[in-house]
């Protein structure tokens, strides 16, 4: 960084250095302000600056840039690389404190001085250091000097746990960049802007990934595929691999840890076949990378994908068998009884594991740099609904973004035109939709509190029933319901018979995390116990119901979005014991990994009844089946009473979940 007074032991004390790079130093306006403001801003009792960070997040060229602002304005600033220090630095530990206060006292005149900053980089590198620079330096040096520690942790609890010391002390963390950051980043080194979404879902705005690749890039190449830049793959894992080198149980531990979103110690040993010893599991949580969550522990989502790519390129057995054993695992956990807190989880992460590409890259790229909050609607918020619409109203404009599976190189686009959204404004009844509840509406805040998406979910009972007759997009399946459909339909009270999901929306469609929020937040209805219906002519909505198990409801297509723009409706039943059968049927469906053979001598079918038993788990129902076998619905009908008694099951949902747990056993 600085190149002026080095000696052997990696000491720099200098105010100026090469700034050439600084040409392509963007974004970071917070965190400039942030330490400004301290340097600048009115007097305060703050002396130390703490920066952290992931690795690689350009935290040593922050504070070149720090550097570069202090030269401006005649300041001093003093760099200590504690990488570089040697373990025995007795001659340092003298030698620094008295050239710092040399340089510092000279011609002090505190009214009229410009700030003087010693930073001391690399701290996590170097465990003599941090005593003593409480020791000595923190005590030693003039009470005009800023002290700057730089690290991937923010400082241990031996400097917050005094009093005094917090008074002094101001932490900021150095963040990856923005998707606005990253775009500016790529368009000054030339990138074609036909990567840029590619190059934003794989980073995530890490700085160094984006240096490393950007660097294998030609300035007209318009695509490129990651895993052939296994070298780059290589060099970032290497990076965050620096924390526990050579510990081969670590690395295990890391490896399974990089499948799952949320891990802790049963389910790593539960899905590695063998125990954690508690000393390696508290060596893991106390990685930089490594954050706690309501859930367990969880790897910084760009270092998790890089660790997947690397554990799949690595060994590609290794890792199907780690996620098999993953999904196996949450099954196992949502059919014994679970915790009602923890069911939602394990239904999405079972979901996750199984194995739908589609469904990982919309649902759950969520798992993001950006921390959410799902208000519910209510009275004194209303108003905030009333403005995103206002809103929506004044900006109709078309975009296209592109979802990417970051293992799998496979991207699906989400299009949607300006004429659909000038559409669904006009559709979108504020006022009449609030007669319904507030709390159909479900606003989405960002961690400052500003509404950045919106979801109207509308429960189906006796009270919506009308409305949603008479209401644009549903009436085209409420108004064909028969009487018997009605009378299930009509609960009473607060109860609910389903859900109709009227409305995605999200205030920037850029922001592709943003919206797979909102579709994550959607999971919890699987486990409603009704029906949920949707209609949608978006394309990608379509393909993301039928992976989902939603059948299409002959008859109910409607063109309320326009004349040449059918809608179709869809519906997912999973009243009563239906979730059971419908979570089995969908890990089958999604995986579509294993030729379906149920093993001929588990079961004592007759051909005929193999036949059944087969397309019954691929989920046709009897009249489908009888028309598929050109056999009567009767015939049908007798063949399964027949296969519920051969299998002693009871109903429908238990016999597809015990043919299936003989197919995987097999398999």
């Not at 302000?33 to 703490?50: E, K």
Request: glycine share 4%; hydrophobic share 35%; net charge neutral.
């Amino acid at each position: 960084m600085m190149n002026k007074g080095e000696n052997q032991h990696g000491l720099f004390l200098a105010n100026n250095g090469n700034y050439d790079d600084l040409h392509f130093f963007i974004g970071r306006n917070k965190e400039l302000q942030f330490v400004n403001s301290i340097l600048y801003g009115d007097p305060s009792p703050t002396r130390i600056i703490n920066l952290y960070g992931l690795a690689g997040t350009g935290k040593t060229f922050f504070l070149q840039k720090i550097n570069y602002t202090l030269t401006n304005q005649k300041g001093k600033f003093f760099y200590v690389d504690c990488k570089r220090f040697a373990e025995d630095s007795t001659f340092i530990h003298s030698s620094l404190v008295e050239k710092i206060i040399e340089n510092t006292q000279q011609n002090f005149d505190a009214e009229y001085a410009q700030p003087v900053v010693i930073a001391f980089d690399h701290m996590d590198d170097n465990s003599h250091i941090e005593a003593w620079i409480r020791e000595r330096v923190f005590i030693e040096i003039p009470d005009h000097v800023y002290l700057i520690f730089v690290g991937r942790k923010p400082l241990r609890r031996i400097w917050t746990a005094s009093p005094s010391l917090q008074k002094k002390m101001k932490r900021q963390e150095i963040k990856k960049f923005t998707y606005y950051d990253v775009k500016l980043y790529l368009e000054q080194h030339g990138i074609h802007h036909s990567l840029i979404y590619k190059l934003w879902n794989f980073t995530k705005g890490h700085p160094l990934a984006l240096s490393l690749l950007c660097s294998k890039l030609d300035h007209q190449q318009q695509s490129f595929d990651i895993k052939e830049q296994f070298d780059v793959i290589q060099e970032l894992v290497d990076t965050f691999f620096s924390e526990y080198v050579h510990d081969d149980q670590i690395r295990k531990c890391m490896e399974i840890a990089s499948v799952l979103h949320y891990f802790n110690e049963e389910n790593v040993a539960n899905i590695g076949e063998r125990e954690i010893p508690s000393p390696i599991f508290d060596r893991v949580i106390s990685l930089s990378f490594v954050k706690q969550g309501k859930n367990g522990w969880y790897l910084d989502e760009f270092v998790r994908t890089i660790m997947n790519l690397y554990a799949r390129e690595r060994n590609p057995k290794r890792y199907e068998d780690i996620s098999k054993r993953a999904a196996s695992y949450y099954r196992h956990k949502i059919f014994s009884d679970p915790h009602p807190n923890y069911l939602e989880l394990y239904i999405s992460e079972y979901i996750y594991h199984i194995g739908d590409n589609m469904i990982a890259a919309s649902f759950f790229d969520q798992y993001s740099l950006k921390s959410y909050e799902m208000e519910t609607g209510h009275s004194r918020n209303f108003h905030k609904v009333e403005r995103y619409f206002e809103t929506r109203k004044q900006h109709v404009s078309e975009y296209e973004v592109e979802y990417y599976h970051k293992q799998d190189e496979e991207k699906y686009a989400f299009q949607v035109s300006a004429v659909h959204n000038k559409k669904e404004n006009e559709l979108i009844d504020v006022k009449a939709l609030k007669a319904l509840g507030y709390d159909i509406f479900k606003l989405l805040k960002d961690d400052s509190g500003e509404i950045i998406g919106l979801s109207i979910i509308i429960p189906i009972n006796k009270e919506t029933i009308p409305y949603l007759k008479e209401m644009p997009v549903s009436r085209s399946y409420f108004t064909r319901l028969n009487e018997e459909e009605l009378v299930d339909y009509s609960v009473e009270g607060k109860n609910k018979a389903g859900w109709f999901i009227r409305m995605i929306d999200v205030k920037n469609p850029e922001e592709t995390s943003t919206r797979s929020y909102m579709l994550f937040s959607l999971l919890p209805l699987l486990l409603s116990g009704g029906v949920i219906i949707c209609s949608t002519p978006l394309k990608m909505y379509q393909e993301l119901l039928k992976r989902f198990g939603f059948e299409r409801v002959k008859g109910s297509t409607h063109f309320d979005y326009g004349p040449n723009t059918p809608s179709p409706t869809y519906l997912l039943d999973v009243r009563g014991p239906r979730l059971v059968g419908y979570l089995d049927h969908l890990a089958y469906k999604l995986q579509n990994k294993m030729r379906l053979e149920l093993p001929k001598k588990a079961f004592p079918f007759s051909p005929r009844e193999f036949e059944v038993a087969e397309l019954i788990m691929e989920g046709y129902k009897n009249a489908e089946i009888a028309e598929k076998l050109s056999v009567s619905q009767i015939t049908i009908k007798k063949h399964v009473s027949s296969l519920l008694k051969k299998a002693e099951v009871k109903n429908r949902a238990q016999l597809v979940r015990r043919l299936l747990d003989f197919v995987k056993n097999k398999n």
